[in-house]
């Protein structure tokens, strides 16, 4: 079925069109009538499967249809998103989606000035996209009613109410109407949060695609043995050996996406780094010139693991494993997004092979190996610009050179 048959206004449809969206993804074909019936939906797909517009097409023809009011200005979708740069992307898909609507869609979150976010509250905002941190500050200064909230979202659902904040997302729950529709939706779930979900939501309607294997079929994934020191000589191989491609490299904390920045500078690699630390404006600055493709490798740590779509990304690499089992599968899927292909590589050393474990249990499978031969090892430490005087690349020349000695004398 397209989007063309569908029973949803005109002026949503115009939008899909511009947007090339001619056929729901199969999220979407499954979620869009549950919505639309005003069911509580429980979805959970795979990565990049189209599940923001699974959501935001149903909700943006449900407020459009309704006659505005006295109350309009007051929110009547709120969707909790855990990051900023998802509450950013999520509202312009909103946006887009909307933009032959009249609703007023705001994305709020921290680390900027509150002012310019109050005034757009006071003006009227019929869908919220917020983050847990400003959107708690905003409604104890009561400028954020959630009376008229008729539609609450939670995206990256398991992590939102694993976060801590399952005690304020139900104060929350309480200033809104109890008579109102709860959607969740995530690409990953475990029997705790499944509960939590279900105890705070009237018979939810559970949507599940492919729940066999939870990493994305459009994903070619595998694990390479690369020990701790020797994982920014790989890195280089392989930024150096595919010059082209867009690399979006994990890793476990602020420091080491520092270091592994500087590593890579040493060789002659450019690239951005992205983690908490970083103030606001240059959060949304390196994310831009990512997009764009004008550098070409992103180092991360995991506030970039869910939910952020990106396009063209060939390459994710964990440089680092993740220490939760099921940001795996949120990293590699930030490639192979829509009908995309992706590749993902996991450099494991000795001391991750237990996360590396974890990771396999949490998929139900052993991850391919990546099998380097022991000459390929040491040829890639040789490759590396790094060091002029780098030991590996003198042995090598060392030991070459032993070896045509050898053949002239055999000779
Ligand atoms: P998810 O939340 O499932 O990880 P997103 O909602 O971020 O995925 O969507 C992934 C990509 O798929 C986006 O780039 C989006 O524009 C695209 N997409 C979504 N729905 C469709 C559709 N029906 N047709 C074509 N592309 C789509
Ligand atoms: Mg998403």
Redesign the pocket.
């Known amino acids: 079925m397209k989007?063309e048959q569908y029973n949803i206004a005109p002026e949503i449809k115009r939008s899909?069109e511009e947007?090339?969206?001619?056929?729901?993804?199969d999220?979407?074909f499954k979620a869009i009538p549950s919505i639309l019936k005003g069911e509580d939906v429980l979805a959970i797909?795979?990565?990049?499967?189209?599940?923001?517009?699974?959501f935001a097409i149903p909700v943006l023809d449900i407020l459009q249809s309704q006659r505005r009011t006295k109350e309009s200005w007051q929110v009547k979708c709120l969707v909790m998103v855990p990051t900023r740069e998802l509450a950013i992307?999520i509202a312009d898909?909103f946006k887009q989606l909307g933009k032959y609507t009249k609703l007023n869609i705001l994305g709020l979150f921290g680390g900027v000035e509150q002012d310019p976010q109050i005034k757009k509250l006071e003006k009227g905002v019929d869908v919220l996209i917020a983050t847990p941190g400003r959107m708690f500050d905003l409604i104890h200064q009561k400028y954020i009613d959630l009376s008229r909230v008729q539609i609450l979202i939670l995206?990256e659902a398991d992590h939102m109410l694993d976060l801590g904040f399952i005690k304020d997302i139900r104060d929350v729950m309480r200033s809104m109407p109890r008579k109102r529709q709860t959607l969740f939706?995530s690409?990953t779930i475990n029997e705790t949060i499944k509960d939590l979900a279900y105890s705070v939501v009237h018979n939810p309607i559970r949507i599940q695609i492919s729940p066999k294997d939870p990493v994305s079929k459009n994903v070619t994934h595998s694990v390479a043995y690369v020990e701790m020191d020797d994982k920014r000589f790989f890195l280089e191989r392989l930024v150096k050996e595919f010059p082209e491609n867009k690399i979006l490299v994990f890793v476990r904390t602020k420091v080491r996406a520092e270091r592994v920045h500087a590593a890579m500078q040493r060789v002659g690699i450019e690239t951005l780094t992205m983690h908490g630390d970083k103030g606001q404006q240059d959060r949304l600055a390196v994310m831009e010139e990512f997009k764009k493709g004008n550098i070409k490798v992103l180092i991360t740590t995991d506030v970039n693991a869910r939910?952020i779509?990106i396009?063209n990304v060939d390459y994710v690499i964990n440089y680092d494993l993740p220490d939760e089992p099921e940001n795996y599968i949120h990293r590699v899927?930030r490639t192979g997004?829509?009908?995309q292909k992706g590749r993902a590589v996991s450099f494991c050393s000795t001391e991750e092979k237990p996360l590396l474990d974890a990771i396999q249990k949490y998929i139900g499978k052993p991850i391919d190996t990546m099998t380097i031969e022991k000459s390929d090892y040491r040829e890639t430490i040789a490759f590396s610009e790094d060091i002029p005087n780098n030991n590996w690349r003198l042995l090598l020349e060392e030991e070459e050179k032993n070896k045509e000695k050898k053949k002239r004398k055999k000779k």
């Open positions: 989007f899909l947007n090339d969206f001619k056929k729901p993804t999220i979407q797909a795979q990565t990049g499967t189209g599940k923001t517009a699974a992307q898909v995206d939706f690409a939910g779509d396009p899927g997004r829509g009908v």
